[in-house]
């Protein structure tokens, strides 16, 4: 590899999001990696999956920091095979992953943090968002219909509630960064072109015919809109406790390592260690061995 993946990522973090432009991140970059995506498969598998696997025993068995890990996309720009691919390693037992949909009647009936607040990752567990609370201010924004069913009392719903929803937001992650939770937020930058060509794919195969639904298109016809969104949310709500990651997503295989490299680099900061074992403990442990031992007599 001729550039490290780890000063590759750093340029696509956002901690401070006044002055990002959604432009300025190309789908198309690989970040000048120069390595085929074949070797890109094998170094996330060998390296870099191998090291989160390493990291994650560790943040299970310390048992105190908790991890989220959220992803937004447009469709079709790969955020369930990057999860599934990232996550390959990890023991099933640490990790969760929530997908979440077009909210139910009960999920209605609360305010919006609330399905997500649910299913936030307990201590010692990675949690993955596949969607999350931030539709509300991509999906919701752009559809008032949406607004409209969540039966906010009218005088509360005024010009002000995207920028009530991004401080809400920001206090919330906030909240979770000061009591133990690390935050990483991807957007997968994927080009509407590729969006395109990834949907035509989708038709031509049967077996991808279960994820096609005519709605992606009405939503693709509104792109531009989802784009002026994501930049917003970006602008808003980028913060060094809780950065996002604009990742270019027009190669898979790149935008997986990236994703995993984020995540390695997050766990590492943490310092984590296997918790230490007490004399009480060492005692019990020489115990057990002279009992298995005399088994064997
Ligand atoms: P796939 O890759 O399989 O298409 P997906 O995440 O797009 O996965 P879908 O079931 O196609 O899953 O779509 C979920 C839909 O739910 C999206 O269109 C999303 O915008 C919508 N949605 C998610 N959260 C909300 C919300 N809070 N309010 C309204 N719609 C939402
Ligand atoms: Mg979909």
Redesign the pocket.
Known sequence: MTKKLEEVVKQYRVTEGRLFRLKEVDPDDRGGLKISKKQAGTTLQEEWIARLAELQEKLYAQDQWSVLLIFQAM??AG??STIKHVMSGINPQGCDVH?????SEEELDHD?LWRTTKALPTRGRIGIF??SYY??V???RIHPD?LARQRIPETLVTRSIWKQRFEDINAFERHLARNGTVIRKFFLHVSHEEQRRRFMDRLDEPEKHW?F?L??IK?RERWDDYMRAYEDMIRRTATPHAPWYVVPADHKWFTRLVVAAVVVEALEGLKLAFPAVDDDKEKELARARSLLADEAN
């Not at 997908?99 to 909210?103: G, L, Q, R, T, Y």
């Open positions: 469709d079709a955020k369930d997908s979440f949909k077009v909210p919006f596949n969607r539709e509300e991509l999906v919701v949406i994820k639904s709605a992606d939503e």
